[in-house]
């Protein structure tokens, strides 16, 4: 190996490029814009899989368990309500 290890090339390739970090203009290379877009996907990613994942765990475990009291608090609700209407039609058609 005339060149060194694998670590080494990389680490003097690190330097080349950290000593370039703009053009004599002063503006910043195009790898930067990269890296912000890279990190935006990443960061959308974590916040659309956290949003259905709550989702998700408030579907399922917020619902109600089915109760037979209250199924049957609402039959009688519905009946008192369908002879109020028919008491109703009665005094109507007298």
Known sequence: MAEGSGIETYA??????AGHTGSSDGST???DGTLVKRIGFFVAIVVA???LAYAIV????????TDPTTE???????????L?????????AT
């Open 49 to 51: 899989s956290a949003g």
């Open 58 to 65: 408030r579907a399922t475990l917020l619902r109600a368990p």
């Open 72 to 82: 049957r608090i609402q039959q009688l609700i519905d009946e008192a309500n369908r």
């Open 12 to 17: 003097a390739h690190a330097n080349s490029v």
């Open 84 to 92: 109020l209407a028919q008491l109703d039609d009665k005094k109507s």
């Open 29 to 31: 290379s195009a790898g």
